[in-house]
């Protein structure tokens, strides 16, 4: 699981006891685990880069419909994850300015002033 993850087996282990996977057993000295982990871990991955801790993603894998406290929770990190989409767009577009953007210097253009602006604005 390891090799095909990319990830160290002691970050395996981590991850177990934080309770985000879980082995299926042994191999020998090695745990084993189904194949459908590897999904479980891209996911890890995925939040992580979307600013989950480790903490928040435990929960979320073992949310149940019921959980009304956490599914609040949810639909809060869903606003902050749509916000960073948004800003991350918007230094996008700048971005794609600042490429083509023939003004020297670059700086001091004023779309790109304004391009700078609507990334921090919002």
Known sequence: ?????????????FYE???LIEADG????????RPEILERLALIACARDAGFTLSEIAEFVRARPSDARLRERMAAKER??????SQLTRLRDS????????HDPLIECPDFKQAVRRITQG
């Open 26 to 33: 042994r191999n020998g000295l090695r745990r084993a685990y």
């Open 1 to 13: 699981m390891a090799r095909q993850s990319g990830l160290a087996a002691s970050a395996l282990r």
């Open 80 to 85: 902050e994850v749509d916000e960073r989409v």
């Open 95 to 102: 971005l794609r300015h600042a490429v083509v953007c023939e």
């Open 17 to 19: 006891r934080k309770g």
